[in-house]
């Protein structure tokens, strides 16, 4: 299988090396504007690099591409790719528009393509035992969600592309803060219905804090969530965070490190292993080219990614507006 890396920064060689240490993948070629990064790159793997997608699609084929750009430029990389019927992982956040993220969901199902948005919390041991603790009914139906990410991100996104509202498209909800509502959509298994919201950019041109308030619907049942989000936190390069989930017959918390369940008037503590950001990233690579191979399903679909957007982009829009954003 080869492989195309869109975006070249320290993130995007990261992955394009987890990429080509997955059995049968080889990474064939590199695009990004920035020299030094192309450079880097090139260093690394040995093949040609271009300063745009556009050059590197019109001179490479390939199965798969990784693309790693800032937020406002995945919906154009992803398309291109797709329109010439390459599968595509992208990172988070999936894209800074609904309309751009309906209309490639469609092109990659009507092109039978995979298409994979890397919310690596998905392979998370710690998420995905709090997921089947819901699932088994250990705390009963639940009902109400209050959590919260905290980061020191400001002054990063002040020197940054991410800073820059044209290029990322929103601040800290849209970035780090994108895991935390995965997380609650996806642990949960629900869909957001209703959102509003408070936005402070604490100097910035984009978003640092956020206090959103939710329902979410799982399977009929609505869930109430209380989500807060700060990139002016003191955790640091990782976000410090917590959740909590009421059920009608008991709770889950989770304070980062330990899951304590309370069920049954006892609360008993579980600690999956936390195996690390590279670990999480050869993992959810390694299901993407499964995917593609057909040997596996699709855990990180553009659907989850989508349903992120969703409330992202919804919540800017309450906040803006000062009123509550309901979904059709």
């Given at each position: 299988?080869?492989?195309?890396?869109?975006?070249?920064?320290?993130?995007g060689?990261?992955?394009?090396?987890?990429?080509?240490?997955?059995?049968?993948?080889?990474?064939?070629?590199?695009?990004?504007?920035?020299?030094?990064?192309?450079?880097?790159?090139?260093?690394?793997?040995?093949?040609?690099?271009?300063e745009?997608?556009?050059?590197?699609?019109?001179k490479?084929?390939?199965?798969l591409?990784?693309?790693?750009?800032?937020?406002?430029?995945?919906?154009?990389?992803?398309?291109?790719?797709?329109?010439?019927?390459?599968?595509?992982h992208?990172?988070?956040p999936f894209?800074?528009?609904?309309?751009?993220?309906?209309?490639?969901?469609?092109?990659?199902?009507?092109r039978?393509?995979?298409?994979?948005?890397?919310?690596?919390?998905?392979f998370d041991?710690?998420y995905?035992?709090?997921?089947?603790l819901?699932?088994?009914?250990?705390?009963?139906?639940?009902?109400?969600?209050s959590?919260?990410?905290?980061?020191?991100?400001?002054?990063?996104?002040?020197?940054?592309?991410?800073g820059?509202?044209?290029?990322?498209?929103?601040?800290?909800?849209?970035?780090?803060g994108?895991?935390l509502?995965?997380?609650?959509?996806?642990?949960?298994r629900?869909?957001?219905?209703?959102?509003?919201?408070?936005v402070?950019?604490?100097?910035?041109?984009?978003?640092?804090?956020?206090?959103?308030?939710?329902?979410?619907?799982?399977?009929?049942?609505?869930?109430?969530?209380?989500?807060?989000?700060?990139?002016?936190?003191?955790?640091?390069?990782?976000?410090?965070?917590?959740?909590?989930?009421?059920?009608?017959?008991?709770?889950?918390?989770?304070?980062?490190k330990?899951?304590?369940?309370?069920?049954?008037?006892e609360?008993?503590t579980?600690?999956?292993?936390?195996?690390g950001?590279?670990?999480?990233?050869?993992?959810?690579?390694q299901?993407?080219?499964?995917?593609?191979?057909?040997?596996?399903?699709?855990?990180i679909?553009?659907?989850d990614?989508?349903?992120?957007?969703?409330l992202t982009?919804?919540?800017?829009?309450?906040?803006?507006?000062?009123?509550?954003?309901r979904?059709?």
């Open positions: 299988m080869d492989a195309i890396a869109i975006g070249l920064g320290e993130l060689r990261r992955e394009a090396t987890a990429l080509a240490d997955i059995d049968g993948v080889r990474i064939v070629g590199g695009a990004d504007p920035a020299k030094n990064a192309r450079s880097a790159f090139k260093a690394d793997h040995d093949v040609p690099t271009y745009t997608h556009g050059k590197l699609l019109a490479t084929d390939a199965d591409a990784n693309i790693v750009t800032p937020h406002t430029l995945h919906y154009e990389a992803i398309k291109a790719c797709l329109e010439r019927d390459i599968h595509v992208v990172e988070k894209v800074t528009q609904i309309d751009h993220g309906r209309e490639v969901i469609d092109l990659a199902e009507k039978d393509l995979v298409l994979a948005v890397g919310y690596q919390r998905h041991p710690r995905r035992t709090i997921r089947e819901i699932d088994e009914g250990t705390i009963g139906k639940p009902h109400t969600v959590c919260h990410l905290e980061q020191w991100w400001h002054e990063f996104a002040a020197n940054s592309w991410r820059k509202r044209s290029l990322s498209g929103g601040g800290q909800l849209s970035d780090s994108s895991h509502l995965d997380a609650v959509l996806w642990t949960t629900s869909e957001p219905t209703a959102v509003a919201a408070m402070d950019d604490y100097g910035l041109d984009v978003d640092v804090n956020s206090a959103l308030a939710a329902t979410l619907d799982r399977d009929g049942t609505q869930i109430t969530a209380s989500i807060s989000v700060s990139g002016a936190g003191q955790s640091t390069p990782a976000p410090g965070e917590s959740i909590r989930i009421l059920g009608s017959d008991g709770m889950i918390r989770f304070d980062g330990t899951i304590h369940v309370t069920a049954e008037g609360t008993t579980k600690q999956p292993k936390d195996i950001f590279d670990e999480l990233t050869a993992r959810k690579l299901n993407t080219v499964d995917a593609i191979r057909g040997t596996a399903d699709l855990q679909p553009a659907a990614g989508f349903a992120v957007t969703q982009l919804a919540a800017y829009e309450a906040a803006e507006g000062g009123h509550t954003v979904f059709e």
